[in-house]
């Protein structure tokens, strides 16, 4: 039995924590981590990706800086308290450089160029504001009355809708596609500014949902979507790699 912390005279061992990690909903969001991390480490290496002696010696001393471990001695106190040997915090440091180098690659800025050219749909992004309602004769009401007088949803939102945007006069501001029920998403989407949508009830349809659409911004590749990019780049690549490996839970 490996001990992990002692609390008087119970043992918590790896076997418990391990259990706890499990019912908790923790452990395989942490085995993911782990092996997304190790076929990234793998991928750099079968690459022919390098990282110096300078390169991991610059960033122990960064880790050590960020920990106020200003002298040797404190390093070594510190992994001597940790059970980590000085082999094993530079392996850590060495697999995160390969990690770092290798998403880099994957995120370059041709690829990000090259997958935003064929995917800037993607990215449109449409200015919203809403109001909710608790039944449906209200919000077909609603419709009706701000059909006539448009410029009267702010107000109305303030007045009468139940969701949490109400003070903020209904305004949920700028959304990506994929932030919002397909079914609406859709009509959103494809809505002319100024227009008015719903009522959409919801799936228990306690509450009834009118959308207006203030302003549409067509997909333009700035450091936000840039950002987006890069992120769904690496995604799409781990899904790849881990297809190229038998991967088994023990």
């Not at 064929?118 to 608790?134: G, M, Q, R, T, Y």
């Not at 007088?149 to 809708?161: K, L, N, T, V």
């Not at 003070?167 to 919002?180: E, F, N, P, Q």
């Not at 450091?223 to 995604?235: F, I, Y």
Request: one cysteine or more.
């Amino acid at each position: 039995m490996t001990a992990i912390v002692r609390i008087d005279e119970e043992v918590v061992d790896v076997a418990e924590f391990i259990r706890l990690l499990k019912l908790t909903g923790q452990f395989e969001s942490l085995i993911e981590q782990l092996v997304r991390d190790k076929l990234t480490v793998h991928a750099a290496r079968k690459q022919g990706l390098s990282v110096s002696a300078d390169d991991i010696q610059a960033r122990a001393d960064q880790f050590r800086r960020v920990r106020g471990l200003h002298r040797a001695t404190d390093m070594n106190q510190y992994l001597d308290a940790l059970g980590v040997s000085l082999d094993e915090f530079e392996a850590f440091i060495t697999d995160g450089l390969f990690q770092e180098r290798m998403l880099e690659r994957v995120g370059n800025e041709a690829a990000v160029e090259e997958y935003f050219s064929l995917n800037s749909p993607k990215f449109d992004a449409v200015e919203v504001s809403h109001i909710v309602l608790d039944s449906e004769g209200k919000a077909k009401e609603m419709v009706s009355y701000l059909h006539d007088d448009p410029d009267a949803f702010a107000e109305m939102a303030r007045e009468h809708s139940i969701a949490d945007t109400r003070d903020a006069g209904g305004i949920i501001g700028k959304v990506l596609r994929g932030s919002l029920k397909a079914d609406i998403e859709a009509k959103i989407f494809n809505a002319a500014v100024g227009d008015l949508l719903g009522p959409f009830p919801s799936p228990d349809r306690s509450c009834y949902e009118i959308f207006a659409v203030t302003a549409k911004y067509p997909a333009t590749l700035d450091a936000d979507v840039a950002s987006e990019v890069k992120r769904l780049l690496r995604e799409e690549w781990l899904i790849a790699r881990s297809q190229e490996h038998v991967i088994e839970a023990r």
